[in-house]
């Protein structure tokens, strides 16, 4: 009977069954899961490495492109074509400055045809162009620094019509022709006398109203 000493002694005193072993083919196929896993696990993880390596140097190269260019567009926004007077103290500079250097008298003078300044030191005459935008629009004039007549209206402005003719002449003390220079461009002109001491422009006072 169950319920006798007997049978409950046993019943409970049974040692616990113990699981059946697994086949070695069912053992090697879990293996290859887990390594399967980790494997996997490790290659998105490399993956996603390199993905963000190669996002940084995206932008990295693309910060260096915006500075390129926007540097690039700066400065050929801010050249511009130098006014006729800034290439006029080019050359002066230019001529005053060999003349130092060289000992040698240097002869300025402006060729209307080539619509530049053309410098002789005596040894190779050097040329210095001006920008201009059509035929005729550009002149430069060396004048005197006395004003003796032959004045005429042109484009409602009083311009000198007798120049020096054989320009003027930077010395090698550092002095210069003393001169005046007349600039005509775009329908307008303008003069600038010059110090023959400094071969800079005189200052004119200003007008009273």
């Known amino acids: 009977m169950i319920g006798s ?19 070695p083919a069912r053992t090697l196929c879990a293996a ?16 996603a490495g390199f993905t963000l390596l190669e996002i940084l140097l995206v932008l990295a190269l693309l910060s260096l492109l915006a500075s390129v260019l926007i540097g690039g567009s700066a400065a050929l926004l801010s050249q511009k074509t130098p006014s006729l007077d800034e290439v006029f103290w080019k050359v002066a500079q230019e001529a005053r400055h060999t003349a130092l250097q060289t ?45 003796t007549g032959g004045t005429m209206l042109l484009g409602g402005t009083i311009v ?37 001491w400094t071969c800079a422009a005189i200052l004119e006072p200003e007008k009273k109203s």
């Open 5 to 23: 000493p007997q049978v409950r002694a046993v019943i409970f005193n049974r040692p616990p069954s113990t699981p059946p072993a697994a086949s």
């Open 32 to 47: 290859f899961r887990l390594r399967k896993s980790n494997i996997e696990h490790r290659t998105s993880k490399v993956s």
């Open 103 to 147: 000992s040698r008298d240097v002869h300025l003078r402006f060729d209307p045809k080539e619509k530049a300044f053309i410098l002789d030191d005596g040894l190779a005459p050097r040329s210095f162009p001006v920008s201009s935008s059509g035929p005729g629009d550009v002149s430069v004039d060396f004048l005197s620094t006395q004003k």
């Open 160 to 196: 000198e019509t007798q120049p020096l003719p054989t320009g003027v002449t930077f010395y090698d003390d550092g002095t210069c022709t003393p001169f005046r220079v007349q600039f005509r461009a775009d329908g307008g002109a303008h003069i600038l006398a010059i110090d023959p």
